[in-house]
């Protein structure tokens, strides 16, 4: 624990105007980000006497190790670079809110050639409009089953498409009227996309005018005495007007505003945004965040508007935004979503009417997401705090191991070895820290000299980290080029699990010795009888069978072997889909299919000569020599051999027969990878 008086800055250093200003960790983490409209001010506020500070605020003060500032010109660029830096950094002690779920969004990809409607969920692309969020797909599927009576636009995808452009033939959708067909060119593209652009016009709630004109068409059509056309039009209103039932009217004057409300206590928030466009509920939403610094309402309403809105330009901002609180000050907020939107934009709370009705169901709507999720996760923060302690008093710890590393050996039969290291935080997977290896050091199988490895190959990174930061230097020779983005082996855990017994346990000591690193638990969690192994000791520490701290452990090792697993299993793969050709310079994937297209298989390839190489289109003299060079030189591997008949099995088919050997074997493992995305190599 840090005193804040050891980092804080001398009087008169810190300037008297706006900025953003950063509080870092002793590893040189971003921890806090806070922007004010007088540094000077706002700064002298965290220095104060402890017992003075919000419990919140003494916790992070206590935990940083220095402050550093950015000075700006007004307070709208004091907003925006704090929205940036809080999305970079990722700071722990700012409110994040997070998304209970995925929202799906009714999409129009007005970007292609023949625009699509469809249900899209994640990051939004350029080019694509978007309507919602939805609550359900099934929702948007619904609107969208009853709108295409009227405005037939494509829904297929890139593959139905092509094919039905290719044989003549439109979907099922084509051929019953809910879809104009633009594959088989019964509309043109221009036509094609002018039926977008209505449909998008009807879905932002211009559709008072539409329906206004299709009734026009309607009588015009019954007085010319056209009756079937009359009847369609009279069935496409009544498919509008279903569709606009869905969304009930819930202000009377088609006004365009998003309404936010906030339920909190002491330790958590939630809140609910309602999208209405048109006069209609368009579209909800909630997150739920934890108040890991002192904030008023009005401080969640401003963090709430910058993650609504911060990757959000023109329409998507609305007219109007109403909140239950006031961001303090208002201006430099209203002027950033007024820059965002590009127009003029209203933030403000209501007082009376219908908008503040709406509000108070928005406000119901946040109090009961945030009892369903506190009575969702009461139980699960109990359970994750005893299995810590129980941890902790097991091992005989100074304190619960908040950061927790396990780490697995996998391999087939001694080939392609490889190993995993999960990461748990407050019990917890934190799969962006996950990481993986290939054993370098020998080869051949030796599970003990492959944790050995892995153990000092990752804390050695963590003490070239700790070098390259200055952590062992005076404060005043920290390097400016560290810029607190987390960092991939530089923040050391409390206890690091090793899947096996006491031989992997005392080869991760060892490995920890040797680089002069005591202050790291280590244990083994081994299978058979999932006792657990400590260094030194002749017997395993053996937790009930009922202990919260087992089952945590259990979920460790386990995720560690499913990580290790997958990682080997996909360089299995890609070393069976491998062939000889793959190591013939400048060749590319479409010459080499053109290889095996002419000759069968690589076999046949490796017997012709460089004359019926040549004959290949594409391949000239040079490269055909070239092949038959690496052909020569690449020692074909152990036929394939059909295990139930002990038959030798010639592949003469598929381009790589010299790399398959038959259904391929489980992979041995001492513990495991798949959504990681980093790889230390």
């Not at 409300?261 to 330790?267: C, G, I, M, N, S």
């Not at 050995?452 to 230097?473: D, M, N, P, Q, S």
Request: aromatic share 6%.
């Amino acid at each position: 624990m840090a005193d804040p008086s050891s980092y804080r800055p001398k009087p008169g250093q810190i300037p008297d105007s706006p900025g953003v200003y950063k509080f870092r960790d002793e590893h040189r983490r971003v921890i806090y980000v806070g922007k004010a409209k007088s540094l000077r001010q706002r700064l002298a506020n965290y220095f104060q006497d402890l017992t003075t500070l919000h419990p919140r605020t003494r916790t992070m003060v206590t935990t940083a190790a220095s402050v550093e500032w950015t000075v700006v010109s007004t307070e709208v660029e004091a907003l925006q670079l704090e929205y940036s830096w809080i999305k970079e950094y990722d700071p722990r002690f700012n409110v994040k809110y997070r998304d209970d779920k995925s929202y799906p969004y009714l999409a129009v990809t007005m970007n292609e050639q023949f625009p699509r409607v469809q249900v899209m969920r994640g990051q939004k692309k350029k080019g694509v409009r978007y309507f919602g969020p939805y609550g359900h797909a099934w929702a948007i599927r619904d609107t969208v089953d009853l709108l295409l009576r009227v405005f037939p636009v494509r829904t297929c995808s890139a593959g139905v498409f092509k094919n039905a452009a290719r044989t003549g033939r439109p979907c099922l959708l084509g051929y019953i009227g809910k879809c104009s067909a633009p594959c088989v060119e019964r509309v043109s593209p221009e036509e094609h996309r002018e039926l977008a652009e209505e449909f998008c016009d009807f879905m932002a709630g211009r559709t008072g005018t539409y329906i206004r004109r299709l009734e026009k068409q309607m009588t015009d059509a019954a007085d010319e005495m056209e009756y079937e056309r009359a009847a369609r039009l009279r069935d496409d209103i009544e498919a509008l007007r279903k569709a606009m039932e869905k969304n009930a009217v819930v202000l009377a004057d088609a006004t365009d505003a998003d309404l936010m409300a906030v339920a909190e206590d002491e330790l958590e928030a939630a809140v609910q945004i309602f999208h209405v466009r048109g006069g209609r509920v368009r579209g909800q939403r909630g997150w739920v965040t934890d108040k890991v610094e002192a904030v008023t309402t009005s401080d969640l309403v401003e963090h709430a508007l910058q993650q609504l809105y911060g990757e959000e330009t023109g329409d998507s901002v609305p007219k109007e935004v109403l909140v239950p609180a006031l961001p303090d000050p208002v201006d430099p907020v209203q002027q950033w979503l007024t820059e965002r939107r590009g127009s003029n934009v209203s933030l403000r709370i209501p007082q009376r009417g219908d908008k503040k009705a709406l509000m108070e169901t928005v406000q119901r709507n946040a109090l009961q997401a945030l009892v369903l999720h506190k009575t969702k996760r009461a139980s699960d923060l109990t359970t994750r705090s005893r299995a810590l302690e129980e941890i902790a008093e097991a091992l005989d710890l100074d304190s619960a191991p908040l950061r927790i590393e396990c780490y697995d050996i996998s391999h087939l039969q001694g080939d392609d070895v490889v190993a995993s290291m999960v990461v748990f935080e407050d019990g917890l997977q934190r799969k962006s820290e996950y990481r993986r290896f290939q054993i370098k050091g020998f080869e051949g199988q030796d599970d003990v000299r492959s944790m050995h490895e892995v153990i000092t190959r990752r804390f050695r990174r963590y003490l070239a980290e700790k070098e390259k930061t200055g952590e062992w230097t005076d404060g005043d020779d920290l390097k400016e080029e560290d810029d607190g983005r987390p960092k991939r082996f530089a923040y050391p855990p409390q206890l690091v699990v090793v899947d096996g017994g006491q031989p992997q346990v005392a080869a991760a000591k060892k490995a920890l010795d040797e680089l002069g690193i005591d202050d790291i638990a280590v244990c083994g969690l081994a299978k058979r009888l999932e006792e657990v192994w400590l260094p030194d000791e002749g017997d395993p520490v053996v937790l009930p069978r009922t202990s919260e701290g087992l089952y945590l452990l259990q979920r460790v090792r386990d995720e560690a072997h499913r990580f290790a697993i997958t990682y080997q299993r996909a360089k299995r793969a890609k070393r069976f889909r491998s062939s000889p050709l793959d190591d013939v310079p400048g060749l590319g994937e479409m010459r080499k299919q053109a290889l095996i297209k002419h000759f069968g298989s690589v076999k046949k390839l490796r017997s012709a000569t460089i004359d019926q190489i040549c004959e290949v289109p594409g391949i000239g003299r040079k490269t055909a020599e070239t092949i038959a060079v690496a052909l020569a030189q690449a020692a074909p591997a152990a036929p394939a051999v059909n295990t139930a008949t002990g038959e030798i099995m010639e592949d003469e088919e598929h381009g790589t027969p010299e790399t398959t050997a038959g259904s391929p074997q489980e992979p041995v493992t001492a513990g495991a990878s798949d959504e990681r995305r980093g790889q230390e190599t």
